[in-house]
């Protein structure tokens, strides 16, 4: 079982934040702001920016807006092939439709969150994606 270490200077879970909302995303960081065992190592605005932050920062999870202006520009495949290297990820979205659960799957998201309900279920399924790792390793 994986040991969550204390302490901001030990952060164990390290976090690349995708979403292209500012605001969405300062509200992400105070959730996990009183979080000792999780650190945000980086923050993107779009699916380009996300692959790229992911090969620089090696995150352990990112949390995936599925929705972000580049949608259509980078192929679902592209940036599954990219983040899909020992990382999980988490994907957050406003609609909870058919189009989202399918795109969510072709991106290799391992979780799917609504939005409205983050502060209920982002920390225990951050935990639970990071034991997750930690069991497969």
Request: hydrophobic share 45%.
């Amino acid at each position: 079982m994986f040991d969550l270490q204390p302490g901001p200077a030990n952060a164990s879970i390290k976090i690349l934040l995708a979403d292209d909302s500012e605001i969405v995303r300062r509200g992400i960081r105070q959730l996990l702001a009183a979080q000792n065992e999780i650190e945000i190592v980086g923050e993107a605005a779009d699916f380009a920016q996300t692959m790229r932050m992911t090969s620089e920062l090696n995150p352990h999870v990112v949390v995936l807006d599925l929705h972000m202006p580049d949608e259509y520009k980078i192929s679902p495949q592209e940036v599954k092939a990219h983040l899909n290297h020992g990382l999980q990820v988490l994907g957050i979205s406003i609609w909870n439709d058919e189009h989202s659960k399918e795109l969510a799957d072709r991106l290799g998201v391992a979780v799917l969150l609504d939005k409205m309900d983050l502060a209920n279920t982002l920390i225990p399924t951050i935990i639970q994606l990071e034991r997750a790792r930690h069991a497969a390793a």
